[in-house]
């Protein structure tokens, strides 16, 4: 019951996330808050994945009310036996754990290539990536933030909001590592029988 409880809760915490993911995401955007550089398409590339909205975002929220409704003791069965019913439920829990961990990885993945590339502003020589042989340095190096001209504070917009995003879809995945691991020792502890049903069937 303990354990229940506490799958539900870890459940419930993929939604705030979610809707995290996707508020950052679309914040990215809008730098500076001026819609003029999404309509023009002079954002960094790595945006345009919709890694926040879609992936940490949207899909995640399927995955938790997915998630949720298992955890449920009132769900449905799925065949005679109860002790089978919960076992196919454990299966499925970890299925979407594990999907959960595939869609946060993404957004994680893309969010930290997009921080080590830098934005995409205009310097002295045009629109480009003035950061992006830089291998990441830049991060740590302000002092050449002012070669990006427009938008305006673009460079700390971009570290802000692709930090966080990092940090909400690394949550995510930590979250659904531990339904995982949590789900995969309960099939171990019933010595594979709900791998054999499913083989039998």
């Not at 309509?39 to 926040?52: A, D, I, P, Q």
Request: overall charge neutral; aromatic content about 10%.
């Amino acid at each position: 019951m303990g354990s229940r409880k506490c799958g539900g809760c870890l459940s419930g915490l993929l939604i705030p996330l979610a809707l995290w993911s996707i508020i950052v995401n679309i914040l990215l955007y809008f730098p500076n808050g001026q819609t003029s550089y999404a309509s023009s398409n002079k954002l960094t590339n790595y945006v345009w994945y919709f890694e926040g909205i879609c992936f940490s975002g949207v899909m995640m929220l399927i995955v938790a009310a997915v998630l949720l409704v298992l955890e449920n003791d009132n769900n449905c069965k799925c065949c005679q036996s109860e002790n089978c019913s919960k076992k196919y439920m454990t299966l499925l829990s970890m299925i979407f754990s594990s999907l959960g961990i595939a869609f946060s990885g993404y957004c994680l993945v893309i969010s930290a290539l997009g921080l080590v590339q830098g934005p995409y502003c205009r310097t002295l020589d045009g629109w480009e990536y003035a950061f992006e042989g830089t291998a990441g340095r830049f991060l740590t190096d302000s002092s050449i933030w002012i070669q990006c001209l427009e938008p305006a504070h673009v460079v700390e917009w971009n570290i802000i909001l692709f930090s966080i995003l990092i940090a909400l879809s690394g949550l995510q995945v930590i979250v659904c590592l531990i339904r995982v691991v949590t789900q995969l020792s309960k099939i171990l502890c019933g010595n594979y029988s709900v791998i054999i049903q499913v083989i039998d069937h």
